[in-house]
């Protein structure tokens, strides 16, 4: 038994390596949140997107691990240095990530604007490897950090054995953290900058105790404490290698899956992947923490018991997810805990077994598990959720974890009575996804027409009869068949004199779109989904003539890369984001950094249209001020149904028409178009509801010149916690 000194000794190192793993972590995923949403601006709101991003963390998690767990303590003996040190190291290198990533990120944006169509399988594939460069070194270190600090507390402490357990549980709780503190508070105060710069902060704070470590701990201890270990452990077995791959590819593939089946009730703001993140980490928190407590009891479950609750609580977000059942948000997020516990507690489990302390066989162990989490992404993201339903997705990543499950029991050799009773939960579970339960993409319409269309944008579902027809993206409701849209296009056609070509940004169901054609103009609409344009000939019959047109133009794109990309000048601008106003990314169409990238492409007496729907007036406070640091001449117009604000920006002052004006500058085609659905007799009598319809500038924002704006490095009305929960006062 070690004098008291001593342990006390070794409980304030074990306190204080715990810190420092809880914040390594806590930055980690800090960067992730951050650096994802910076994804999203510069490249895409696509599903692939988050999939490079996820696989490019895996990827240098499990490379750091791997070349860390193979060199780090052969290097510190070569240089004569305590691992400490080289953590430390690796901890100040991470930190520089926050500044350089922003910069990599906006040059690789520039560089590909002349790859074309964000749409393209080459744009596709080339946004990933510029995002792999800007991400990978940084997460390399992140990986490295593992067995680095592994081959330090080798060097320090008389039974190493679990100690990356006891690192694991440390990361994972700092990765939680670090999930929520930015998503709910840091991004929402500060900015994804000041967040980052908070985060780099931390890092050297994280390297400045473990250089102090470093001289407490000599480097003499190193090489002693290697050779006393070195040889008494065995290398995983394929069998191991297995699940460590096989769970780690099904994880991270469904993390991708659950980010856009779970919409339908999470809805689409950014707090719903930091939610499914969170959840996931904290569930993991929660199994390593079981885990290590049974490791100190000596009652640890075995792995086939872990492998069949692992195949069998990967079915449950589908069967919970059913629509019919009309779950909550809560219900749905629980859902897929009892998966991540089990993950949770079965992946250090294995990686303690097999490694025994070793930094090399736990950096192999641990590469292994990140190689699926590397690939599974990619094929949930680039493939899985193109090619079938979400419930199906699920499914088909649930039936190698199933398969495990029936393995592991087979290799026991049980009797029949055992192995069904194991079995039964999870072949029950499979047989109800497969027959009987159901998604939004099964039950958007129940018996009316429907069309369902996917892409790797999105999946985008058509369906009603009459007027009462609508477009769901992922489950969500984005638009219906409103007067309101065709006023969009009609509202700056009017105003501006002898319009000659025009630029609708967002889709819909292509009313806007169909609005402007009508003026016979050169008429260009961009849509980030595929599947949207699909939808188009859904909602109206004549939309196979309408993209027949020789003046209609469909590009689908980005609206923001393409204002970037192209040189062509417009008199009209419509820009229609799908709701809500707080929409994950949708700040990338209400910024000071948009509307400049939109008023370049304006010709004189061109005219802005923002469509707005209801929004807290904090946020619409917000965006008017955006659109007014912007443009010099701002207008707002109350809509035709008496819901959300037209935005009318222009360089130059905006014409006040009489109804008999505004109906005599639109072509015969446009007036037909304008009361095409009954919403008034005549066109001056539609003319007159929308002229009515001026709301003063000064009854949405006070004080323009104090006014917070939205901006690309402070999306006010995405971040919304703290002032609508906790009636935070931003205070200007």
Known sequence: MPPAGEEAQAKRLNAVLFLLFFLSGFCSLVYQVVWLRLAFGHFGIVTPVLSVVLSV??????????????????????????????????ELMIGLGALVVPVLFEFGETLLLQVGAASSSLYLWLSALVITVALLPWCVMMGATFPLMMAFVRSVSPNPKNSFSFLYLANVVGAMTGTIISATVLIELLGFTRTSLTAAILNAVIATVSFRLARLYPAKAVSEASEIRRGQNAAPTRWRELILFTTGFCSL???????????????????SFAAILAIYLLATWVGSALYRNALRRSRVLADETLLVLSGTFALLPVVLNDPEIQFSAVGVLLSIAPLCGVLGYLTPKLVDDYAGGDPKLAGRCYAINILGGILGPLFAGYILVVVMPVRFALITLA?????????AVGRKALDATATFSRLFPMALLLLFGVVASHSYEDDAGGDVPREVHRDPAATAIAYGTGMQRQLLLNGIGITILTPITKVMAHLPLALVDHPRDGLVICFGMGTTFRSMVSWGIDTTVVDLTRSVVESFPFFHEDAAAVLANPNAHVVIDDGRRYLLRTDKMFDAIVIDPPPPVEAAGSSLLYSTGFYEAAK?????????????????????????????????????????????????????????????????????????????????????????????????????????????????????????????????DRGG
């Not at 593939?253 to 707090?271: D, N, P, Q, S």
Request: hydrophobic letters at 50%; proline letters at 7%; one cysteine or more.
């Open 399 to 407: 039936l190698p974890l199933c398969g495990l499950g029936v393995a």
């Open 253 to 271: 593939a469904m993390e991708v899956v659950w980010t856009r089946g779970f919409t339908i009730v999470l809805k689409t703001t950014i707090y």
């Open 57 to 90: 963390f895996m990827l240098g998690l499990g490379a750091g691990a791997l070349l860390a767990g193979r060199w780090g303590a052969p290097l510190a003996r070569r240089f004569n240095v305590s691992p400490a040190a080289l953590y430390g190291a690796a």
């Open 600 to 728: 370049r492409h304006l010709r004189s007496g061109g005219i802005l249209q923002q469509w707005v729907p209801v929004a807290e007036p904090q946020t619409v406070e917000a965006m008017v001020s955006s659109l007014m640091q912007a443009f010099p001449y701002v207008i707002a117009l109350r809509s035709v149904e008496g819901w959300g604000v037209h935005f009318l920006a222009s360089m130059q002052p905006i014409p006040e028409l009489t109804a008999q004006e505004f109906v005599s500058r639109l072509p015969k085609a446009a007036q037909q178009d304008l009361v095409e659905w009954g919403h008034a007799r005549t066109p001056e009598d539609m003319a007159n509801i929308i002229l009515e319809g001026r709301i003063p500038i000064s009854r949405l924002v006070s004080d323009p010149a104090t006014a917070l704006a939205i901006t690309d490095d402070r999306p006010f009305n995405e971040y919304f916690v703290l002032r609508r929960y906790l009636a935070w």
